[in-house]
């Protein structure tokens, strides 16, 4: 049976409250290539954008637009697969959020010192 709108709203509304669960952090897992290693492939994400890409490094360049070809210097660390890389951007995105709450509750409580 279909939803109508007042239980797709309540539904939409506990799927909000559940995405404020804490995240763990994910660390890349694939290192900045040694010298000799030629172009590795991995995933990058952008927590401004909100996107994950596939990206390419070597030792001394890389590219998180590209799979194949280095178009910035210096190499990085990638993760090794599309899930690492989004629970990361996660991560990150609920860092933010947790450290704007949390100013939000120091001037709160600069307000009503009593609680």
Not at 10 to 26: P, S
Not at 51 to 63: D, F, G, K, L, N
Not at 88 to 110: C, G, H, P, T, W
């Amino acid at each position: 049976m279909a939803m109508n709108k007042k239980e797709q709203k309540l539904v939409e509304d506990l799927q909000v409250i559940a995405a404020l669960k804490w995240t763990d952090d994910v660390v890349e897992d694939i290192p900045v290539p040694e010298y000799s290693s030629g172009v590795v492939v991995g995933y990058t994400y952008n927590h401004y954008s909100q996107t994950v890409s596939e990206s390419c490094s070597t030792s001394i360049s890389h590219s998180t637009h590209s799979k194949s070809k280095t178009t910035s210097r210096n190499g990085i660390q990638m993760f090794s697969t599309k899930v690492k890389a989004l629970r990361a951007m996660r991560y990150a995105v609920s860092l933010k959020a947790a450290k704007e709450l949390r100013a939000i509750d120091i001037l709160i409580e600069a307000e009503n010192p009593d609680t």
